[in-house]
Each structure stands twice: as structure tokens, then as C-alpha cells.
């Protein structure tokens, strides 16, 4: 079927509007009519080929809300009109040891990317949610249950959301927990506010002395500008877990020094530039650890989304129109947005 669509042509081009192809449904497909897409950094850096080997024309988008608009046959779990999301993948190889456990994100064949990815569907790669429509392997198709004025807001909750509560579930935030965010952008704002739900005594670190009250309105207990040495040196040997979202590269041992023993960091930003090498004896004097992480499997994306829906959880957003999407790009590298910018993608079809 052909389907309107937005995507770019070239690295060093606008993105435009065109014409795609998507398949027919299969017997374990899903098709989706995609209402939201939300803007995340990985799409500007895929379509502008800043990590190298982008197939044009690129069509982005991993971060979808829409309704079903058909089933295959043998699907069983959605039926026509349910309420769904698709996030950043679309399949994997379902028989590694990884994919057996649910972790579909550690596949060890590699998933396939919702966008940019190999496939046997024309035109031989995926194509993301800047567009109409989607069909997908119902195994990663997700339900949502949140109310209809909040599904635009849902949509960052399929990268942003599972990026940060993955981590946070994984080293058990909850009450008792001192837990830090480093960064409040499109990744930190949601893991304040994931943490906060959770029950855990949430502290924001971050550069911009103004993004002090922005912090403690999504839910931090405290907030600490980390280029304050005193602010700093005040928190020492006190946190369980501290989840650094910060993409830019910067030295991590100021906040490896505030763990407890057997604290751990873990880094959900892939710096363009590697981080400085620690100190390890920061680590090795308080068996502390630095970690990564990656997204989530699909059963906890359910999950996550599940729990945002129980707690009133959702992304800060800006809705933008399909045609404005380049300038949202250069005011996302800027950081002129609060906190993730979304598409509402009935403007495809104006």
C-alpha cells in the first residue's frame, strides 16, 4: 500500500514530504494508523548520518502511539481500534538466549530498529513513524492504557520512558533509595519523574541554575547544579544509584564519588566523543560500579507503560506539525525544547 510520509533524501537536506510503501498485513501482523510520533536525538543523528551507514531516503520515527487499523489472521492479542504503540524495534531474531529471556534489546543476532534497519520488506530496510501507517510483527506491538488526551504525551514514553525505567528498575529504586539524575532533558526529565513515582528520594543534577524549579516541579526532592564543588561535596558516599542521561562527553568522576559502597552509575548516553577514563580507585575503594544500559525488553516496555498509566506518568511535550519537524531539529541541539518535541502526524495529510 502507499502511504504519505516524511523523511530526508540526503544527509545535508531538509526532510521532505513523499510517498512509501508499506506491505500488506501478514498473519502475525498489526496494521497501524500512526496518530503520534515523538521527535527523538537518535533521528536527527541517523538522518544526518552522524553515526555513518544511513540508507536514503530515511524516514525516522520510534516513538509511535496509533490505532489499530487491521489484524492478521493468527493475531489474537489486538483487534481493530485497540489503542497501541510501537518503540524502537520491530523484530528480533526470537531464538538467542537474550530473546528467550525477554531482553530483545541485548538480541545477540542484533534487532531490527524500527527505522534504518535490514529487512526482507522493500525497500530492503525499515521505515519509521514520520508517516502514516505501520505494519508490525505483533510480538512488538504494545498496549496502552492511558485516557485519549494524554496519547500524544505517551509517545516519548516508547524511547525516553524505557531508556530510563529500565535502569531504574534493574537496580531497584523504590523507597529507602537515594537515586540521582544527571541531566534534565528529554531522558533525565523522565527519570525524575520515573523515580518519583516509584517511591525513591529522587535528586536532579544539573548545569543550568534555571532548570533548578523545572526540576522539583517533575519531582525531585532535591536539586544540586553539579558545577558547585560545596553542592557536590555535601552529597559524598551517599546515593544507591545514580542515572547519568547526559550525552555530551564529561568526566564522571564527580558523581562516581557520591555513590555509597556498592553504588552503582549507569550511562544511558552514548557521548560523540568517548568519556575521560574514571579514576578506578573511586571504584575500587567503595566496589562501585559504572553501568549501561539500553532501552528494554518488550515485556518490560509493557510493563513500564503499564505502571505510567497507573501513575499518571507522561512525557513533557511541544506538539509540532510533520513540516516543522527541521526546525525542531535545530532547536533539539540547541536544548530549546521541554522536554521532547512530537509530531501529531494527521498533518501528513494537510
Request: hydrophobic share 40%; glycine share 10%; with cysteine.
Given at each position: 500500500m502507499t502511504i504519505k510520509a516524511y523523511g530526508a533524501t540526503a544527509a545535508d537536506k531538509p526532510l521532505e514530504s513523499m510517498n512509501i510503501e508499506r506491505r500488506e498485513p501478514g498473519a502475525r501482523d498489526?496494521?497501524?494508523?500512526?496518530?503520534?510520533?515523538?521527535?527523538?536525538?537518535?533521528?536527527?543523528?541517523?538522518?544526518?548520518?552522524e553515526w555513518g551507514g544511513t540508507v536514503y531516503p530515511?524516514?525516522?520515527?520510534?516513538?509511535?502511539?496509533?490505532?489499530?487499523?487491521?489484524?492478521?489472521?493468527?493475531?489474537?492479542?489486538?483487534?481493530?481500534?485497540?489503542?497501541?504503540?510501537?518503540?524502537?524495534?520491530?523484530?528480533?531474531?526470537?531464538h538467542c538466549d537474550s530473546c528467550a529471556e525477554g531482553l530483545e534489546q541485548f538480541c545477540e543476532n542484533g534487532f531490527t530498529g524500527t527505522y534504518n534497519a535490514a529487512t526482507p520488506d522493500a525497500p530492503g530496510y525499515t521505515l519509521g513513524g514520520y508517516s502514516q501507517r505501520i505494519v508490525v510483527d505483533d510480538r512488538f506491538v504494545l498496549k496502552i492504557r492511558h485516557s485519549a488526551e494524554q496519547l500524544a504525551a505517551v509517545a516519548p514514553l516508547l524511547c525516553a520512558g524505557i531508556t530510563t525505567y529500565s535502569p531504574l528498575r534493574h537496580w531497584k529504586a523504590g523507597p529507602g533509595k537515594k537515586v540521582g539524575i544527571v541531566g534534565i532533558g528529554g531522558l533525565g526529565h523522565m527519570g525524575v519523574k520515573l523515580a518519583h513515582a516509584m517511591g525513591a528520594h529522587v535528586v536532579a543534577f544539573t548545569t543550568s541554575e534555571s532548570k533548578r524549579e523545572d526540576a522539583r516541579a517533575l519531582g525531585a526532592d532535591e536539586v544540586i547544579n553539579s558545577r558547585n564543588t560545596e553542592e557536590m561535596g555535601a552529597h559524598a558516599n551517599s546515593f544507591d544509584f545514580i542515572l547519568n542521561t547526559v550525552a555530551a562527553s564529561h568526566s564522571l568522576d564527580a558523581f562516581a564519588t557520591l555513590l555509597k559502597r556498592d553504588g552503582t552509575m549507569t550511562l544511558v548516553g552514548v557521548p560523540e566523543h568517548p568519556h575521560p577514563s574514571p579514576d578506578v580507585s573511586a571504584l575500587i575503594f567503595k566496589r562501585r560500579s559504572i553501568a549501561g544500559s539500553l532501552i528494554g525488553g518488550i515485556a518490560e516496555t509493557q510493563e513500564m507503560l503499564d505502571f505510567c498509566a497507573e501513575h499518571g506518568v507522561v512525557a513533557d511535550i511541544e506538539m509540532i506539525r510533520m513540516d516543522e519537524i527541521d526546525k525542531a531539529y535545530d532547536r533539539m541541539q540547541r536544548s530549546d525544547v521541554k522536554y521532547r518535541f512530537v509530531i501529531d502526524n494527521a498533518t501528513l495529510a494537510a
Amino acid at each position: 500500500m502507499t502511504i504519505k510520509a516524511y523523511g530526508a533524501t540526503a544527509a545535508d537536506k531538509p526532510l521532505e514530504s513523499m510517498n512509501i510503501e508499506r506491505r500488506e498485513p501478514g498473519a502475525r501482523d498489526v496494521q497501524i494508523d500512526i496518530a503520534f510520533c515523538g521527535v527523538c536525538h537518535s533521528d536527527l543523528h541517523t538522518v544526518r548520518s552522524e553515526w555513518g551507514g544511513t540508507v536514503y531516503p530515511c524516514i525516522p520515527g520510534h516513538e509511535i502511539v496509533g490505532h489499530v487499523s487491521a489484524v492478521g489472521g493468527d493475531v489474537t492479542a489486538f483487534k481493530v481500534g485497540d489503542v497501541v504503540g510501537v518503540g524502537c524495534m520491530v523484530d528480533s531474531c526470537q531464538h538467542c538466549d537474550s530473546c528467550a529471556e525477554g531482553l530483545e534489546q541485548f538480541c545477540e543476532n542484533g534487532f531490527t530498529g524500527t527505522y534504518n534497519a535490514a529487512t526482507p520488506d522493500a525497500p530492503g530496510y525499515t521505515l519509521g513513524g514520520y508517516s502514516q501507517r505501520i505494519v508490525v510483527d505483533d510480538r512488538f506491538v504494545l498496549k496502552i492504557r492511558h485516557s485519549a488526551e494524554q496519547l500524544a504525551a505517551v509517545a516519548p514514553l516508547l524511547c525516553a520512558g524505557i531508556t530510563t525505567y529500565s535502569p531504574l528498575r534493574h537496580w531497584k529504586a523504590g523507597p529507602g533509595k537515594k537515586v540521582g539524575i544527571v541531566g534534565i532533558g528529554g531522558l533525565g526529565h523522565m527519570g525524575v519523574k520515573l523515580a518519583h513515582a516509584m517511591g525513591a528520594h529522587v535528586v536532579a543534577f544539573t548545569t543550568s541554575e534555571s532548570k533548578r524549579e523545572d526540576a522539583r516541579a517533575l519531582g525531585a526532592d532535591e536539586v544540586i547544579n553539579s558545577r558547585n564543588t560545596e553542592e557536590m561535596g555535601a552529597h559524598a558516599n551517599s546515593f544507591d544509584f545514580i542515572l547519568n542521561t547526559v550525552a555530551a562527553s564529561h568526566s564522571l568522576d564527580a558523581f562516581a564519588t557520591l555513590l555509597k559502597r556498592d553504588g552503582t552509575m549507569t550511562l544511558v548516553g552514548v557521548p560523540e566523543h568517548p568519556h575521560p577514563s574514571p579514576d578506578v580507585s573511586a571504584l575500587i575503594f567503595k566496589r562501585r560500579s559504572i553501568a549501561g544500559s539500553l532501552i528494554g525488553g518488550i515485556a518490560e516496555t509493557q510493563e513500564m507503560l503499564d505502571f505510567c498509566a497507573e501513575h499518571g506518568v507522561v512525557a513533557d511535550i511541544e506538539m509540532i506539525r510533520m513540516d516543522e519537524i527541521d526546525k525542531a531539529y535545530d532547536r533539539m541541539q540547541r536544548s530549546d525544547v521541554k522536554y521532547r518535541f512530537v509530531i501529531d502526524n494527521a498533518t501528513l495529510a494537510a
